[in-house]
Nanobody, 121 residues
């Protein structure tokens, strides 16, 4: 059974950085696309970034391109989201997800439970 667990969320001030982590188990590593999404209260779940298992292909939404970076560690079974220059509008619950094909829609097969990021002064 595929399991994903996020960590690294918290309360930060505008302009600061956070690094989210997602550890996964129960997968054949080479068969998945790994993505990060977020969902703010009252809003739809939003695609942020995705990476293939080789780490050679990444895709970002326009809203975070240049500020967020997705990466993965094959040996530790982990995927990361480095978030820089955070803004109050980045406040949301952040989710790690895994899927068998690339998508910018929240139709991934497997999801973590989410980690809260709050950006406020």
């Amino acid at each position: 059974q595929v399991q994903l667990v996020e960590s690294g969320g918290g309360l930060v001030q505008p302009g600061e950085s956070l690094r989210l982590s997602c550890v996964f188990s129960g997968v054949v590593y080479g068969n998945y696309i790994w993505g990060w999404f977020r969902q703010a209260p009252g809003k739809e779940r939003e695609f942020l970034a995705a990476i293939d298992w080789r780490g050679t292909s990444m895709n970002y939404s326009d809203s975070v391109k240049g500020r967020f970076t997705i990466s993965r560690d094959v040996w530790k079974n982990m995927v990361f989201l480095q978030m820089n220059n955070l803004k109050p509008e980045d406040t949301a619950a952040y989710y790690c997800a895994a899927n068998h094909a690339f998508s910018q829609k929240p139709d991934y097969a497997y999801w973590g439970q989410g980690t809260q990021v709050t950006v406020s002064s």
